[in-house]
């Protein structure tokens, strides 16, 4: 067995391997201790090659990664799946089948993914002979769903249109009485082309369109998309930009945390909590206002550091209410967790074990309520992490109360971290000279710890400093085959708690 | 529940100051409820391929700050119990049948308002392979509501302005063309 080539970014090699050795290479990275973190599919066209490809990027402990990537010919677009051997790139493959054409042979749900049933066969927008505005006819093909059979097994369709204001999704709940014996979830509902939209646009162009693949993720998708771009030109970013990433990353972080700890009580119907976490998250919708002048942070990151200072009087009210909004959140927690009646249902719901969250790839807070040690934070530092000590919290459970408790945790730890920030935030700057414009082909991989979990980013570059081909894979792409794990054996009615508990974008998933 | 923020309670004055103006003038967007509706307006939420920014924007009307039911607007499970028809997102091809057949569920008279760049002109998402530039493509739309995403406020104006239309549809005469919403209402 070869050594895993693990490389420190920036440039890290790729290595090449043969399409039948592609996951077996994988799983011995990942045996050496390394975490999968994406499977993407390429047109080699664009930049000189003469057919397509999939790369697998696998990430080390110490944060440095490996590349590794298969060709693949366009006369006959196929290789062996790898999804058996490295169960976490099962939907990756089958994204790439969609986009780009490339089938992965053998592969365990040869269904459709992205493009649902409507989409003519043969037609795959990513390719480079396929322009962006083509919609072709539609096709009259139906959904066939994954359901179990058998005396008293019932389907129980749901969705997509959902009953309260909530993103689209199809969940098909097969159930014996009140009790889910399987649950095949159908995103990609809301599939806007986000990657190919971006294709030769210039990196700034690009930007306000990676930051809106989640409007509650901008600033997690900005930076990563930022770092990338920086890495590729060579940008150093100046000081007090880097800090205030870190700022901006954790009111992201606070933000999603109290309203998902509000929405997790919503999903047992305990008022009182959703409309007290509630009045919290809106008051730090409003300090990102005062801030930034968007109440989601939107359009500030921007490659080579900010796109404008924070709002000075913004700045100078922010520790008074972060004070007063950290007491109330740990009085809110502390009135919700002392509650039998909410805890009996959080207690034993929806469990993940550490091996299915292990091997279908978690992340984040699904991880972390797993006993997962893992945070980019901490283990591969961007922005000003790296001078920070950043508190990791894991909970054992895997159940509905262990991701409450990571969260609450961690949005304590978060107003901690802020307060740092706030003391040691230097001046000068914001915004770096503009870089030189990349290779042509050359490519950058990246990652951020956004609120769900980590969200990464390949960027490969075309002529003058524009996107040829970008991968954006979130947190929830990756954790919603875990929820579709974590359903099974719970009542139907503990559905909805168990979803809001992972609380995962459908809008970033399915860009 | 009150909407009031406490003293102090937001970093900036800004903020609150927007809440306190609405609150002041509640009790005349509540009589404009009433004379034009003369019952409760109830919504039904639409996500037709979002980012899911105008989506949290809808669901903070539901917080304690902004509380929507006190103007006698709620948000409701299904189609069939909906006037009116909140829609965020470009319309993408994978949603279409179903936002569609969400549309037809409703019973007369029904009103549309799209919510936000993507569901007015697809936004950034514009000349997209994937789906629409934006709802009127496929759906009649009563008003727009501009932003990315729009506020809270301009959202309550939005449904507000669909509102004062009812009259219109009730006597069978067919809409003057969309309205807009002024976004900038904070």
Known sequence: MAEPTFGVRPGTPVEGVAPDALGSRVAECIEAGGRFAMLVGLDERSVGGDGLAVEAVVQAPGGAIARLRAGVSLDEPAYPSITRLVPAAHWDEREARDLLGIVPAGHPDPRRLVLHERWPRGYHPLRKDVPVSIRPPDAER??????????????????????????????????????????????????????KLVEGRAFGAALPIVERACGVCTVSHALAFSEAVEELTGIEVPARARWARVLLAELERLYNHVGDLGNICAGIGFQSAVSRLGWLKERLLRINDALTGHRYLTGIVAPGGLAFDLDRDGLSALPRSLEAIGTELAAAVRSIVRSDGVMSRFHGTGVVSPATATSLGALGVAARACGLDTDLRRDAPYAAYGDLDVEVVTASGGDVAARFHVRAQEAGASIRLLRE?????????????????????????????GPRGASWMWLRAGAGGTVDRLRLRSASFANWPVVAAAAPGNLVPDFPLINKSFELCYACTDR | MSGVPPAGGSPSGTPDVVVVDELMAAPRLRREVQRTLGRSLHVRHLDAGSCNGCDWEIAALLNPYHDLQRLGIDIVASPRHADLLLVTGIM????ELAALRTYEAMPEPRLVVAVGACAISGGVF????????????????DVFVPGCPPRPEALIQGLLLAVGRMPAFAAGRPPSGPAAADGGAS
């Open chain 1, 142 to 195: 139906h959904f066939v769903p994954f359901e179990v059979h058998g005396e008293g097994v019932y389907q129980l369709p749901v969705g997509p249109i959902h009953a309260g204001v909530i993103e689209p999704g199809h969940f098909r709940f097969s159930a014996i009485g009140e009790r889910i014996l399987h649950l095949d979830a159908r995103l990609f509902f809301v599939h806007r082309g986000l990657e």
């Open chain 1, 421 to 449: 920030v706030i003391r040691r935030l230097p001046d000068g700057p914001v915004m770096a000279a503009p870089g030189e414009p990349p290779t042509p082909g050359a490519v950058s991989v990246t990652a951020v710890e």
């Open chain 2, 92 to 95: 993408t091809r994978n949603l």
């Open chain 2, 126 to 141: 514009a000349g997209t392979y994937a789906g629409r530039d934006g709802i009127g493509e496929v759906l009649p739309v």
